[in-house]
């Protein structure tokens, strides 16, 4: 164990310089490495199958935690990897150590009630308070990742059809739809906007300096202005309206492929997938089962 110590800062290194892992994984690496090394140390054991196991026990007693008791296996596991391929041993004894199965969080979500109850209780006097509304109907009616409401431009929103062009991960672009409470919402914000800034509005929603507005600049308003508008037991933050669009849609049954290409999943960006799925059927559908897509 002193001599496979020895090696941690080259190896180390090699993370930084060669696979070019992040100061704050290299980090978490040190001390997985450090603390299984120091065990054997600090009990006198040679490393066995039996001994490696006995390890893993304690960590998981210690933890509690499977996500972190699999980092600290992956860490180890590539620690000795890096080992064999210098020539510095023979064979890997993690490579028999299987890697526990994390517990799959169920996202949060809001009930309809608790979403409709939030939406109808946001303020919209002053242009702040339009811009929210706006940016919250329009999160829950179309399912939008952060990232993406962001850099939605006037240019992308059809109103006559009521129908949004994003531009998703992997540069993948979609068209979703959207209700017209949500529609309603923007329009409101918008006037307010042309009478709040001069010349042309490129981004749709705009920070009270006429900038495009950031992802943290909403998460903020969701923690500091809106978090107690919720009057809930449920942590606040953008993506709870996606899973929320998602959630609502499948109990009243809409089918889930659509739902998946209305999110924009990559899971769907076979061409075998889209064979059958056309923007009437996912709009007809949008209409029939979007809580709001009747008031």
């Known amino acids: 164990m002193d001599r496979e110590s020895g090696y941690l800062a080259e190896y180390l290194e090699y993370l930084a310089h060669i696979k070019k892992y992040s100061s704050h994984t290299i980090k978490a690496y040190r001390q997985d490495i450090r603390q299984y090394v120091n065990y054997f140390r600090e009990n006198d054991l040679e490393v066995s199958k039996d001994a490696i196991r006995d390890y ?44 526990p199965k994390e ?16 939406l109808d209780r946001l303020p919209g006097g002053t242009f702040i308070e339009l ?17 993406e409401l962001v850099n ?25 739809p959207f209700n017209d409470v949500a529609g309603g919402a923007l329009s409101r914000y918008l006037e307010s906007a042309r009478k709040k800034f001069k010349g042309p509005v490129d981004y749709l929603f705009l920070n009270n300096r006429g900038a495009k507005i950031t992802e943290r600049g909403i998460e903020k308003i969701l923690q500091n ?36 290409e209305l999110l924009g999943h990559s899971s769907l960006s076979t061409t075998e997938r889209y064979t059958s799925l056309n923007y009437g059927d996912l709009l007809n559908v949008y209409k029939k089962f979007h809580p709001r897509s009747g008031f």
């Open 56 to 99: 893993i026990s304690v960590i998981f007693m210690r933890t509690k935690n499977k996500a972190t008791l699999s980092r600290k296996i992956k860490a180890i596991r590539s620690f000795y990897r890096y080992l064999v391929r210098q020539g510095k041993m023979e064979k890997n004894p993690f490579d028999v150590v299987s890697t």
């Open 103 to 118: 517990d799959k969080k169920l996202p949060e979500v809001l009930t309809e009630r608790e979403m409709a109850d939030f």
């Open 131 to 147: 811009r929210n509304r706006a940016v919250f109907e329009f999160l829950y009616a179309t399912g939008l990742r952060i990232s």
């Open 152 to 176: 939605v431009r006037m240019g992308d929103i059809n109103f006559n059809e009521r129908m949004v062009r994003v531009l998703g991960k992997g540069n993948k672009e979609r068209i979703v």
């Open 225 to 260: 202005v809106y978090g107690e508008v919720m009057g809930i037991n449920k942590r606040v933050y953008p993506h709870l309206f996606r899973h929320s669009f998602a959630t609502h849609l499948l109990q009243r049954g809409a089918n889930l492929r659509v739902i998946q």
